[in-house]
């Protein structure tokens, strides 16, 4: 838990400090994971080569967009002087664009072995430093919203160099880690199958929040501030039971490679006991991530996002009035993809057969 929030963290500093300028102003993952629960170790270093080419190498698809920042805003019909703003910040922040994957990658390493505190150290470090920086640049310097990308892009790459530093000085990678491989240059498509699913289910879910502050956008500039403050907040409350979705995934991945369906399904009913409220629905994603399922969560948050949440959230925003207090109705979303989860891991996911069936 701690290890996400610090990872979060440096985004919602800048965002923080950003916000005294003025109202203008996951797939490897998967893989690593039952591959070291079923006790290749050396198969996880592997997997994580593979990783790092293809995640640089989806840093062009990335970029391409990026650079595009201020002709996509405007299209959506966004205010132009906040186009212009996000496009100067991102064209600085997008050098860090690999440092980010990297730093993921790292993390995600570490924690299907059971490692955790390396990454809270590191995150604790380079999120002080980045306050400072940014505190630095934006009030003493008053470099605005360039200072502030400056400051970001810097904490991303400071993030990734000390955990790998960390990691070289204490032998973290020894177990798995047999040197670069060519073997990490084939089979990409098993990965990417598993990525495809993986990535849709993601972007289907934060992409909801995304498009609403588009929509903010295109009520007033205050609305879309308003709207920055509540997502950034959400995701400080969203780290929490994150944290415990982390550990669920890794752990029911670990049974599942190593052929134990019993401790498969024990794992994942403690964390649906250390579930509430609309955390259900996290916790769920996380057991349906854990036993390769990825198509199916990819499936309940589109229905549930884009079918259910839209079509009731956008026309209290705008024909009924309520702003960004009708795009908070779009939560309606999460208790479909709850039913429907539930329903899929009672019915599957914790079935003996279907878990001994899922990676052999």
């Known amino acids: 838990m701690a290890s996400q929030f610090m990872g979060f963290a440096l985004g919602f500093v800048s965002t923080v400090f950003c916000g005294h300028l003025g109202k203008v102003e996951l797939a490897g993952v ?8 079923s006790g290749n170790h050396m198969r996880v270093g592997v997997i ?15 970029w391409a967009i990026l650079i595009n920042t201020e002709p996509i805003l405007l299209l959506v019909r ?3 002087e906040v186009a212009r703003l996000a496009q100067t910040y991102v064209q600085i922040f997008m050098p860090s664009l690999p440092a980010v994957f990297l730093y993921s990658l790292e993390a995600r390493y570490l924690q299907n072995q059971g490692i955790i505190w390396p990454q ?25 919203v360039v200072g502030s990308a400056v400051a970001n892009s810097f904490s991303e790459f400071a993030m990734a160099a000390i955990l790998f530093a960390y990691m070289m000085w204490k032998g973290l990678h020894k177990a798995t880690w047999g040197g670069w491989s060519k073997e990490s240059l084939a089979d990409w498509g098993s990965f990417i199958r598993l990525a495809i699913p993986s990535m849709v289910m993601l972007c289907v879910e934060w992409w909801t929040y995304e498009i609403g502050g588009f929509l903010a956008g295109l009520i007033s500039e205050v609305e879309l501030g308003a709207q920055s403050v509540v997502y950034q907040l959400a995701n400080v409350a969203y780290m929490f039971p994150l944290g415990f ?18 401790q498969a399904k024990l794992s994942a009913q403690a964390t649906l006991f250390f579930s509430i409220s609309s955390c259900l629905a996290i ?15 990819a499936i309940c948050n589109f229905v549930g996002f884009y079918c259910i949440g839209f079509p009731i959230g956008i026309p209290l925003m705008f024909a009924a009035k309520q702003g960004i207090m009708g795009k908070i109705y779009m939560s309606l979303d999460w208790y479909f993809y ?20 899922n990676y052999n």
């Not at 150290?121 to 605005?144: E, M």
């Open 78 to 80: 966004q205010e132009p």
């Open 30 to 37: 998967s893989l690593a994971i039952a591959t070291f629960g």
């Open 120 to 144: 809270v150290i590191t995150g604790f470090v380079v999120n002080l430093l980045n306050a400072l920086i940014n505190y630095i640049v934006l009030f003493p310097l008053k470099l605005g």
């Open 283 to 297: 916790f769920f994603e996380s057991i349906i991530r854990g036993a390769g399922k990825q198509r199916v969560g």
């Open 245 to 262: 979705s982390v550990a669920g995934s890794v752990r029911v991945g670990n049974a599942l490679g190593a052929g134990d369906s019993q």
């Open 338 to 357: 709850l039913c429907v989860s539930a329903m899929y891991i009672h019915d599957h996911l914790l079935n003996k057969n279907e878990l001994e069936g």
């Open 48 to 62: 994580l080569q593979r990783a790092i080419f293809i995640l640089l190498l989806a840093c062009f698809p990335c």
